[in-house]
């Protein structure tokens, strides 16, 4: 999948080059010419496309969707991270102070890389389902490519309805300016949209099985669709229906826990494990391009340091905490760590998880380094038990599989925290959150998690945290980017 679609990057790159400038001033001012799918390898280049936005974001690599603005959104806003003052990330720090403004270009560039990838599904949508069947020399490679749009779109949507809420909802390509006024669908509406894709991609997609030992390991599968829908069931408290989906992966058997924990995330050459449901695939490069910021946002620049109250929240002796962040003595790729001489950090502590020994590369341990190419994990098993045990305890039934759960996650070979007790739903649902916390820390979920456990959980968090300007009624959403209100006079600000 990397080699495929590190191919599609080089081809993207030259159709964007100044050798192609006569061909393009021959578009008419004002619209777009659509390619049309006429072969099976151009199907396959055409869904390459539809990913790409995950990795780079809109036309900057520094900007990436996932390895840049995923954990601002998601973590820095929260109370697990802070960022340090400098320069060079004066918005992000903004955004941690809930000084949250319409041209703050983290959430411009999250906005727009959304719909760049949305824009790029219904290219293949519209085109496949024109395309005749008589095209394709592989069996079910057509459905897959289906599959793999409907699925692309519904995460864009998602990574969407949940910063803004409700947007424009585009089901074909867009070939005017006009075309592009449209204004914004209610979250409802939003969200139905994703979960109708999701069934789709869900009816069409194969087995991760098919791709396991194949070059197309890390394209979405059958239960990469379902567990997003379960994941989509619980953001909208559907429990019943999130059970259901969860439950769904769960039998299937495709998926179990990896018996290491941090190898998911720091290991560049076992990637796409047994775990993992979905991730986007980066790659190796000697500069900038592979989806490469995030080792150093999190390692060797420090721009999201791990809390007193996330370190706090670990359990004497889970392991956890030592393969998601680094404090004061620990050994930090052969050398003891100490905060005063490594990287940037104010609050004491550094991020472990998505940051790789730098003499990998061959470089110092605080040193400059591009090109690692480790992937970003958005959808991993652990996950999905959590999801399943959640949507069970919300509904206050089956509370033993619900703990059933939880003690699958604890009790992986790499962890072995001792099982949790059975209790009521109140001790349950503590346990849970407790559980998510710890377990994806550092993945991007916990802001979105305080906002959808409520007002009640959310506030006082955050208040206690020193970010005195957050309101839940204001901040549960993101203001719509100025330039997007500019470009559509048809758009309401949240």
Request: with cysteine; aromatic share 12%; net charge negative.
């Amino acid at each position: 999948m990397k080699n495929i679609f590190r191919a599609f990057i080089l081809l993207f790159a030259c159709m964007s080059s100044t050798g192609c400038k006569d061909y393009l001033e021959k578009q008419p001012l004002g619209e777009t010419i659509l390619g049309n799918i006429t072969t099976e390898e151009q199907a396959v280049l055409f869904v390459n496309a539809a990913y790409e936005p995950l990795l780079w974001g809109r036309g900057d690599p520094m900007q990436g969707h996932y390895f840049n603005d995923m954990w601002i959104l998601g973590d820095l806003m929260s109370d697990d991270t802070e960022t340090p003052v400098d320069p060079n990330n004066i918005n992000e720090r903004a955004l941690q102070d809930f000084n949250v403004f319409a041209d703050n270009p983290n959430l411009r560039d999250w906005f727009g890389s959304g719909f760049v990838g949305i824009a790029r599904c219904n290219v293949v949508i519209s085109s496949l389902s024109n395309a005749s069947d008589d095209i394709f020399k592989t069996v079910g490679i057509k459905k897959r490519c289906l599959g793999e749009a409907y699925f692309l779109r519904a995460l864009y949507y998602f990574d969407l309805v949940k910063v803004f809420g409700g947007v424009p909802l585009l089901e074909k390509p867009i070939t005017t300016l006009e075309e592009t006024k449209v204004p914004r669908s209610t979250d409802i509406e939003t969200w139905a949209f994703i979960e109708k894709d999701l069934l789709q991609a869900a009816d069409l997609l194969p087995s991760v099985q098919a791709y396991r030992n194949t070059a197309n390991l890390g394209r979405a599968s059958k239960g990469s669709a379902n567990a997003l829908l379960a994941k989509v069931y619980l953001y909208q408290q559907k429990w019943e229906l999130a059970a259901s989906a969860a439950e769904s992966v769960i039998k299937s058997k495709d998926y179990e826990l990896a018996p290491d924990y941090l190898s998911q995330f720091n290991n560049q050459s076992d990637q796409n494990t047994i775990e993992s449901i979905f991730e986007v695939q980066a790659y190796k490069t000697n500069g900038w391009g592979g989806g490469t910021e995030i080792s150093l946002d999190f390692g060797r620049w420090g721009f999201n340091n791990p809390t007193n109250e996330l370190v706090s929240e670990f359990e004497t002796g889970d392991p956890r905490r030592a393969f998601c962040i680094f404090k004061s003595g620990d050994d930090r790729f052969g050398q003891v760590y100490d905060p005063k001489k490594g990287p940037n950090t104010i609050t004491g502590f550094l991020a472990r998880k998505y940051v790789f020994d730098p003499a990998t590369m061959g470089e110092p341990v605080n040193g400059w380094t591009n090109g690692e190419g480790i992937n970003y994990v958005v959808l991993r098993y652990a996950e999905l038990l959590l999801i399943h045990a959640e949507a069970l305890i919300e509904q206050n039934v089956r509370l033993p599989e619900a703990v059933s759960d939880m003690n699958q996650v604890r009790a992986r070979p790499a962890v072995k925290m001792p099982p949790v007790k059975i209790g009521d739903q109140n001790d349950l649902r503590a346990r849970l959150r407790h559980e998510r916390r710890v377990e994806l820390a550092l993945e991007g979920n916990r802001f979105f998690d305080i906002i959808r456990w409520g007002k009640g959980y959310a506030t006082p968090l955050l208040t206690a945290q020193g970010k005195a300007n957050f309101q839940y009624e204001k901040h549960k959403l993101f203001p719509i980017p100025q330039i997007e209100m500019d470009l559509n006079p048809l758009l309401i600000q949240n």
